[in-house]
């Protein structure tokens, strides 16, 4: 079955740790996206990219970084300098256009205490 | 700039109750507009798209018509059930700028029995 996958579905850390969320995808679609979703609150864009080797910002991307070798897989570091990293991160992936939906992982929540 | 509005939830419905959520939208290209519904602690399905004006996206009873005069797309559903209970997030995405979504903040659905 093709589909995205995040791993883990709950994870934990000390604060000022840096830590690595998980996102591969078999669907062979060219673009992927990172989004953080806070209570009550709507999804925001972290970076996304539409091609190997290469990624752009979002809204929110400062204390955060991405990485985009292999067209299948765009992990997240959620690093020491974001402040406030608690939060509900979610990976999607897209066919390049602009009427394409697109597809949802099953989400990663991260805990920093 | 590009941003939607939802109305505030919480809503609680009966079962078999008409729901409407409304959306609006403020858009500085044509955008494609969408539907996702998140059940607890899941990621996001596409519940229903539209990619131009008068185009009326409709799925599992839920429907929405893209009207460019009102920047509206408000959702409808005839007849709820306990397991239409989600949030559910309407989201616009220009063409061109890179597939991005841009997302409410989300209302609340709760449907009793």
């Known amino acids: 079955d093709g589909g995205i996958t995040q791993s883990p579905k709950y994870l934990f850390r000390k604060e000022g740790q840096n830590v690595t969320l998980s996102c591969e995808q078999n669907l062979n679609h060219d673009a992927m996206y990172w989004y953080r979703q806070d209570p009550g609150q709507g999804l925001r864009l972290i970076y996304y990219s539409q091609i190997v080797n290469d990624f752009q910002k979002g809204d929110i991307a400062e204390g955060y970084s991405v990485s985009r070798e292999k067209k299948e897989s765009f992990p997240l570091t959620v690093t020491s300098a974001q402040k406030n990293p608690t939060a509900f991160y979610l990976c999607?992936?897209?066919?390049?256009?602009?009427?394409?939906?697109?597809?949802f992982g099953p989400g990663t929540r991260l805990t920093v205490t | 700039g590009n941003s939607v509005t939802q109305m505030e939830g919480p809503v609680t419905l009966s079962e078999e109750a008409f729901l409407t959520i409304n959306c609006t939208y403020t858009a500085t290209g044509y955008p494609s507009l969408f539907w996702y519904v998140q059940y607890p602690g899941e990621g996001l399905q596409l519940l229903l798209k539209?990619?131009?004006?008068?185009d009326k996206g409709s799925n599992k009873g839920f429907e929405a018509t893209y009207r460019k005069e009102t920047t509206s797309f408000h959702l409808e559903k005839g007849s709820v059930q306990v397991s239409d209970s989600a949030v559910y997030f309407c989201a616009l995405k220009i063409y061109n700028q890179g597939g991005k979504l841009i997302f409410g903040q989300g209302t609340e659905l709760s449907v009793k029995p």
């Open positions: 999607a992936s897209t066919l390049e256009g602009n009427s394409y939906e697109q597809y």
């Open positions: 539209a990619t131009k004006a008068d």
